[in-house]
């Protein structure tokens, strides 16, 4: 919380899509007073993002408690991650988020198409984008999570464990998983696509999936280790729902809007006893889900 009361929200990736809309909930809502970081790594698409919200808020009510501010932040690059850090360590203590809501990640495309073919490529840079590139962040700033802090880590529901095989269903919800250990689950499906072999191995063609069910874990990870922390930190993987974005298309059902809902929703709730019930785990639609 900041000195004067408000908390202070981080979203990563906030220039469009469910990002923007998350940012857009946040600002709008009137239940808590925030303070909230929209970041993106091209500062001229995420000024224009705030420049919009900004208006849509002077428009939506006169009462102005909740602030927005633009901090550009790449999170695939640890110098910008521990750049925006020391802005927040500058601004408000070093105890200086309340909030995070990594959202930052997406799928791989060329020619400005989405790539849906399961190549050694494209499974790094899913890998990087959407799995380490979020753990990066997050182990960089939960040093800096304040007393009651949350994380959020937005995923999909097509990484479900059904989708592993073999022994990787039980090594993922493990409570002898290491971070190592499952750095070496990512690293060890980009090595098996290049070598053909990932499905002997129990992953499936699914490159977006794998990073996401390895932030899946993550997040269950984290509230193991933190269980102890003072500051009771809580951990939550959220699936958005179907909602239309680059993968997508245009035809799924909902939009980004309704796919921000249940990420602010845990990022808001006062239902501390449910969040602290579920720590860790994965939620969809309001509703705490089974991985």
């Known amino acids: 919380m900041s000195e004067d009361g408000r908390l202070v929200a981080v979203v990563t990736g906030a220039n469009r899509g469910i990002g923007k809309a998350i940012v857009r909930r946040l600002l709008l809502q009137q239940s808590k007073p925030l303070i909230i970081y929209l970041t993106a790594r091209n500062v001229e698409l995420g000024q224009l993002a705030f420049d919009e919200l900004r208006r849509e808020q002077l428009k939506a009510s006169s009462n102005h408690l909740n602030e927005l501010r633009f901090h550009q932040l790449d999170v695939s690059n640890i110098q ?52 380490f590139s979020a753990v990066n962040v997050t182990s960089l700033m939960v040093p800096r999570m304040r007393e009651g802090g949350r994380v959020v880590f937005m995923v999909t529901a097509l990484a479900q464990l059904g989708i592993f095989s073999g022994d990787l269903p039980k090594v993922l919800v493990s409570d002898e998983l290491s971070l190592q250990g499952l750095h070496i689950i990512e690293n060890g499906f980009v090595s098996s696509v290049g070598k053909g072999t990932f499905s002997s191995y129990g992953f499936p063609p699914m490159p977006f999936a794998v990073a996401k069910a390895g932030l899946i874990a993550y997040a269950r990870m984290m509230a193991r280790i933190c269980n102890n922390d003072p500051r009771q930190l809580v951990f939550a993987a959220v699936c958005p729902g179907y909602v239309r974005t680059d993968m997508t298309g245009p035809y799924a059902p909902l939009t980004p809007d309704q796919g921000a809902e249940t990420p602010v929703y845990v990022a808001l709730t006062d239902d501390i006893k449910r969040l602290k019930r579920h720590n860790g785990g994965l939620w969809k639609h309001l509703r705490p889900m089974k991985w």
């Open 80 to 131: 910008s991650i521990q750049a925006f850090i020391e802005y927040l360590t500058l601004v408000h203590g070093d105890q200086s988020t309340d909030i995070l809501i990594n959202n930052a990640g997406g799928v791989v495309k060329e020619n400005g198409q989405v790539v849906r073919k399961c190549n050694v490529e494209t499974a790094y840079k899913s890998v990087q984008m959407n799995y």
